[in-house]
């Protein structure tokens, strides 16, 4: 029998499937927790500030954690990051489990756990992110990214229904000690993982650096900066709904807890749904259409379900809301993995999910005054029109573009050994490079080096500039500094097929028989350092 190709990367991958069994489990115990924490709370204090701050406790690490977690995870080993951070979740739920079987736990713990928790949430979520195109091949991405989306999804809707009816049968001590053993089967599944070491003869980068680095990869990259772009307003338009469905379902007729339930389940097997449907949409669909056309069904169906306040239509329009939902995300997401190649992956994914959360949280907070001045119907259409606005005037920003950027490595022979001793540390290091042009040409070979300044700066330049000859015409110099020496090997490992693609451009101009002169200068340690050059 022939495999569905929504779910060859489960059948045909062992390794995908372990990891992405892992993350069900994973998935499951964070929204068990969630849910078990917030009710727990309400018995141990009646302060209704200590009950929201359990939320906040949850999504908090998240904006705190998230870029120092992928830099972490892009210089250390992705295997080992990733267990510890399960493991620090494991420990975490195993101390809540025996806070609360011993009646020790107190209010303030409970927010402490509670935020540990969401800080190994925060800390895993890159390194996975990161890890998937590791394992499972180009051509299986989008269908392993929205499997991902399921596991999401089905733990989205499951996670809340085991640990209601758990709290409902036995008490919260139940749940921690079910998500403790999800936790510990999670762990054990990512230990098994026998990854594949990433080959470098050269130091792992400094923590600091490599957020920065992380930062200016996506302040250089013109593809990845409108993906964030997307994305934090497409969470912008859709906090509407979400924060508000609990006022949404009681304003329906016959509305309540109930239907908050159920309409929570319709999204979540909507989002499923349409994952598995994924392999024979974009067969006829690109990522760009994806993005449009979900923004659109999603902002229509929202409207229908308070223009017509009824279960009946609530409930199938709950389950287009999650396919639309959906469509677009993982669009997103594809769009902005293939964008960066893999040594800035976990950072990049990091810095993903904060627009991400970031556009939630402002949407939250938008549609939620909104409501306090419209009424709940009012913000619901307000952020439809929010999304068509946004969409009209971001039609021309692609995420797909004319074609993927080529992010494989490619191997370059290194720089000259230095005449003088250089250590590791030592720099900071500026290369030029001098260009002869035809001057009819400057126009054209001005173009290229601009696209050169975001490459250099994407590998982790600190500063760079062209500059031309008033004495010779058509004579260039273009200039970059690297923090160290060491950083400046570093940049020959980043070395990719875009990379010589561009390097290629550039030389098509040089006039001369010999190629462009290139030298290599390091700051001198017996003098003060001077300020660096401006970013031109």
């Known amino acids: 029998m022939n495999t569905p190709a929504a779910f060859a990367p489960l059948v045909e991958n062992r390794v995908f499937r372990g990891l992405w069994i892992a993350s069900l489990a994973a998935n499951l115990a964070m929204w068990m927790h969630d849910v078990a924490a917030a009710w727990l709370m309400t018995s141990l204090t009646t302060s209704p500030v200590m009950v929201a701050l359990v939320s906040t406790a949850a999504s908090l690490p998240v904006f705190l954690f998230g870029l120092p977690s992928g830099a972490l995870a892009d210089i250390v080993d992705r295997k080992r ?8 979740v494991t420990i975490n739920a195993l101390v809540l489990l025996v806070l609360v079987s011993t009646d020790t736990l107190s209010a303030p713990l409970l927010l402490l756990l509670t935020f540990g928790n969401g800080m190994g949430l925060a800390m895993r979520w890159p390194v996975f992110a990161a890890v998937v195109p590791q394992i499972v091949t180009r051509v299986q991405m989008p269908q392993a990214l929205a499997l991902n989306g399921i596991s999401m999804n089905l733990s989205r809707v499951a996670g809340p229904m085991f640990a209601g009816a758990l709290l409902a049968a036995i008490g919260a001590g139940a749940v921690f000690a079910l998500n403790a053993l999800l936790a510990v089967a999670s762990l054990l599944l990512i230990l098994r993982w026998k990854s594949e070491p990433r080959a470098s003869a050269l130091p792992g980068e400094r923590f600091l650096g490599a957020m920065r680095v992380g930062l200016n990869f996506a302040a250089q ?6 993906i964030l772009l997307r994305i934090f ?19 329906l007729h016959g509305g309540g807890p109930g239907t908050f339930t159920l309409m929570l389940s319709a999204l979540g097997v909507g989002a499923v749904v349409a994952a598995l449907l994924f392999p024979r949409w974009r067969a006829r669909f690109n990522r760009d259409q994806f993005v449009r056309y979900g923004i659109l069904v999603h902002a229509a169906t929202t409207c229908l379900i308070v223009a017509v306040p009824e279960i009946w239509l609530a409930l199938p329009a709950m389950l287009v809301v999650g396919m639309a939902w959906i469509s677009v995300a993982n669009s997103l997401t594809i769009s902005a993995q293939v964008a960066m190649p893999d040594w800035v992956r976990a950072r990049g994914m990091a810095i993903y999910q904060m627009a991400l959360m970031g556009g939630a949280t402002v949407g939250s907070l938008l549609w939620g005054q909104v409501a306090a001045w419209l009424g709940v119907n009012g913000a619901v259409w307000a952020a439809a029109g929010f999304g068509l606005a946004v969409l009209l005037s971001t039609q021309r920003l692609t995420v797909e573009g004319e074609r993927e950027i080529d992010f494989s490595p490619v191997s370059v022979s290194g720089p000259p050994e230095p005449q003088v001793a250089v250590a590791p540390d030592d720099g900071p290091v500026m290369v030029t490079v001098e260009y002869q042009i035809d001057p009819a040409r400057a126009g054209e070979f001005a173009e290229v080096m601009q696209r050169t300044r975001r490459a250099r700066l994407r590998q982790g330049a600190l500063s760079w500039g062209l500059f031309r000859d008033v004495a010779v015409p058509g004579r260039y110099i273009e200039y970059f500094v690297d923090e160290t020496w060491v950083e400046h090997l570093r940049r020959l490992e980043r070395f990719t097929a875009f990379d010589a693609e561009l390097r290629g451009q550039r ?30």
């Not at 307003?233 to 304003?251: I, W």
């Not at 028989?513 to 970013?535: I, N, T």
């Open 81 to 88: 990051f990733f267990a510890a951070t399960q493991l620090w």
């Open 221 to 226: 990259s013109p593809r990845l900066r409108g």
């Open 233 to 251: 307003l497409f969470f912008v338009q859709v906090a509407s709904l979400s924060s508000l469905l609990p006022l949404v379902a009681r304003g």
């Open 507 to 536: 030389l098509a101009f040089h006039v001369n028989a010999e190629p462009p002169v290139v030298r290599r200068y390091v700051g001198d340690a017996h003098l003060p350092p001077a300020d660096l050059p401006p970013v031109h």
